[in-house]
């Protein structure tokens, strides 16, 4: 049997804890970077909105 040492631990959960936190940090990248080129590449005409007909509404 394989007895770990705290120090094995510590290492192992910070290693697991830094992965998790690079593949989330690299995914909100992407998803940035993806929603950049869609928006470069968008033509925005004339956009209307419904005007309420409340007058609590300003």
Avoid at 4 to 27: G, I, M, P
Avoid at 28 to 49: D, H, M, N
């Amino acid at each position: 049997m394989v007895r770990r040492t705290l120090v094995q631990e510590a290492a192992t959960y910070l290693h697991v804890k830094n992965a998790d936190y690079l593949e989330k940090a690299s995914f909100r990248i992407a998803v940035s970077q993806y929603l950049s080129i869609l928006a470069s590449q968008t033509k925005i005409g004339s956009v209307e909105f419904a005007a309420a007909d409340d007058s609590l509404l300003q």
